[in-house]
Every structure is written in structure tokens, then in C-alpha cells.
């Protein structure tokens, strides 16, 4: 794994996310992938690294019925309709330092575009997994370098910053604008989760060779093939290469 920001100190890590605030959501596409992956609906959701609330928000019109809860170390970023609701609450913490919840809190779990920013992606995972009933499921989501492939291996050798913007993972450490990154390939991400405790029901693929969308000319023919691709590269062994993974996982039961 390839990574970039883990000699920071916890505080040059917030700051850094503080300068980001303008970055924008993964879209409502990604969410109601996310969200499909769950299934039914559960009493009592938490999301683990909220952001903004875009998720919360999208739960909170899919299971009106739920109690929802959203974790983040900087909540401030959380709109503010969904801080003044009566049925989402929100709590500033560090999942890797404990959540402030005690075990088998919840029915449900997501953690969507996170664990690639932890220190210790398999502490926090365990965490989620504590907070968790037994039986309960969490949905994972993981930007996948083998997405990039075969470029993610050879990333000094593209030459120039644009080309390296185009054919490089955005959690490379030659691209990347996070505070802190790391570049998961398959492989590592599916042992991860495995590794904290989990077992895995469903791996999910969205977004495959994005790449070839972000290249000029190239993109005019494959953005045509894009619903085909995410039909069939599942069916054939290639989810692997689905820039997304969304994994739905489970706690296993007492």
C-alpha cells in the first residue's frame, strides 16, 4: 500500500482537512448504491465519518423510522438542519480513539470513504464492529487502486502532472490533496475487513477504469460502455477493478 500523511500529528491532520471544506459530496449515484447495499431498514444507524451529512440526510428520507446518528471529528462540517433534527444526533470523535457509545449500540453501520484516512484503519473498523449488535451489518466503502491498474504500480514512471491527475489513483501520494491517504488495492482492503472482525456478505463495483472517463477522446467512447461495464465486469470476476468497492459486511452473532 502506498501511503502519504501518517508522520502528521492528529492536529496538522485536522487542520488540514479544515482548508478542505470546499470539496463536494461523492453524489447521489454513489449514495443510493450505498444505501441499496444496506437492504431493509434498521432501528438505529450510525455513520462513521459523516462529512457534511449528505448520507444522513438521504437515510433520513430513506428510513424515516430510524434513529440516526453521525460521527465525525469535526462535526461542524454537518448542515445545519440535520444538527437542529430531532431524529439525527451527531458526536464529535476520532473512531480510531473510541466512539462514545457502548457495545451493541446499533443495528446498523456505514463507513463510506474513510478508513483510507485513518492511521489505523483496522483499530477503527474494530471500533465500528464493537458498537455493533451481534448479527448487525456495516457497509464499507473503499477507494480501490486496482481500479487504476495497471497505473497505480508505476507511478514515477507517468510523466507530468496532468497525465499523473488522469492515470493515478487519487489517494497517491504523487496526486493526492488529502491530509492523509492510503492507496488500498483490493486485496489489502478485503483482508482488512476481514482482519477486524468482520465477515463479508456482498463486495459491490462502482465506477470501473475511471480513468479512461477522465482522458480526452478516450472518454467519448467509453462513457457510452459505462452501463455495460458495471453489468458485466461483476459477472465475469472483474469487480476488482471497480474503482469503488462497497462491501456489505456483518458482526458475527453471539
Same mark, same amino acid.
Given at each position: 500500500m502506498l501511503k502519504t500523511g501518517h508522520e502528521l500529528s492528529d492536529g496538522e491532520i485536522r487542520a488540514g482537512y479544515s482548508r478542505l471544506h470546499h470539496r463536494g459530496g461523492l453524489g447521489p449515484e454513489f449514495l443510493?448504491?450505498?444505501?441499496?447495499?444496506?437492504?431493509?431498514?434498521?432501528? &438505529? @444507524?450510525?455513520?462513521?465519518?459523516?462529512?457534511? %451529512?449528505? =448520507? !444522513?440526510?438521504?437515510?433520513a428520507a430513506r428510513f424515516p423510522r430510524s434513529e440516526l446518528t453521525g460521527v465525525d471529528i469535526s462535526t461542524a462540517r454537518v448542515r445545519r438542519p440535520l444538527r437542529d433534527g430531532r431524529r439525527v444526533r451527531v458526536a464529535d470523535a476520532d473512531v480510531q480513539c473510541g466512539l462514545p457509545f457502548r457495545a451493541s449500540s446499533f443495528d446498523g453501520a456505514f463507513c463510506t470513504e474513510v478508513v483510507e484516512h485513518l492511521?489505523?484503519?483496522?483499530?477503527?473498523?474494530?471500533?465500528?464492529?464493537?458498537?455493533?449488535?451481534?448479527?448487525?451489518?456495516?457497509?464499507?466503502?473503499?477507494?480501490?487502486?486496482?481500479?487504476?491498474?495497471?497505473?497505480?504500480?508505476?507511478? &514515477? @514512471?507517468?510523466?507530468?502532472?496532468?497525465?499523473? %491527475?488522469? =492515470? !493515478?489513483?487519487?489517494?497517491?501520494?504523487?496526486?493526492?490533496?488529502?491530509?492523509?491517504?492510503?492507496?488500498?488495492?483490493?486485496?489489502?482492503?478485503?483482508?482488512?475487513?476481514?482482519?477486524?472482525?468482520?465477515?463479508?456478505?456482498?463486495?459491490?463495483?462502482?465506477?470501473?477504469?475511471?480513468?479512461?472517463?477522465?482522458?480526452?477522446?478516450?472518454?467519448?467512447?467509453?462513457?457510452p460502455l459505462t452501463p455495460w461495464l458495471e453489468r458485466t465486469l461483476p459477472r465475469v470476476g472483474g469487480v476488482r477493478f471497480a474503482y469503488n468497492l462497497l462491501l456489505r459486511c456483518r458482526k458475527p452473532a453471539a
Open positions: 443510493r448504491r450505498v444505501i441499496a447495499l444496506a437492504g431493509t431498514p434498521a432501528a &438505529r @444507524l450510525i455513520d462513521v465519518g459523516c462529512g457534511t %451529512g449528505d =448520507l !444522513l440526510a438521504a437515510l492511521k489505523q484503519p483496522q483499530r477503527g473498523l474494530e471500533e465500528i464492529l464493537r458498537v455493533l449488535r451481534p448479527g448487525g451489518w456495516a457497509v464499507v466503502t473503499v477507494p480501490n487502486g486496482t481500479g487504476f491498474a495497471p497505473f497505480h504500480r508505476l507511478g &514515477r @514512471l507517468v510523466p507530468g502532472r496532468w497525465l499523473r %491527475g488522469k =492515470l !493515478l489513483p487519487y489517494e497517491h501520494p504523487l496526486v493526492t490533496d488529502q491530509p492523509i491517504d492510503t492507496c488500498f488495492v483490493y486485496r489489502e482492503i478485503v483482508d482488512l475487513v476481514r482482519a477486524a472482525g468482520f465477515t463479508i456478505d456482498l463486495v459491490r463495483g462502482y465506477r470501473y477504469f475511471r480513468y479512461l472517463e477522465m482522458l480526452p477522446v478516450v472518454r467519448d467512447v467509453y462513457t
